[in-house]
């Protein structure tokens, strides 16, 4: 045999060390996913408070573009109605412009040159 008579005290002994480098390697690995674990959790509470607040700006955005388009709607109107009134205004002063003017004005407007 390579390793020459091995007894069953020796096999036992490296199998304890075998197991026990085993175990140490596992408690490591062990450590370190724990480790891991705390920072991925920390990491989620962090993305779960900045949805939060995208969430909260992103209904804030919402509200002032309801309110955008609801003065928008507003203003479109009364813009609207502005229009309106002076296309009535100036009918009004066609109509007038294009009246003759009445004899009495004629005489007035002869008699001061």
């Known amino acids: 045999m390579i390793f020459g008579r091995l007894n069953f005290a020796n096999i036992s002994l490296f199998m304890m060390m075998l197991l026990g480098v085993i175990i140490t390697f596992i408690s490591t690995q062990n450590t370190k996913l724990k480790q891991e674990n705390r920072l991925l959790s920390q990491q989620v509470v962090q993305l779960e408070k900045q949805e939060k607040a995208m969430v909260q700006r ?35 002063h066609k109509n007038w412009a294009n009246q003759p003017v009445p004899d009495d004005v004629i005489r007035l407007l002869n008699a001061a040159h």
Do not use: D, G, P
């Not at 209904?59 to 928008?72: D, I, N, R």
């Not at 203003?75 to 109605?81: D, F, G, P, V």
């Open 58 to 92: 992103l209904e804030k955005l919402h509200a002032m573009t309801e309110q955008a388009s609801k003065m928008a709607e507003k203003n479109t109107a009364l813009y609207q109605q502005k229009q309106n009134a002076l296309k009535v205004a100036n009918e009004k």
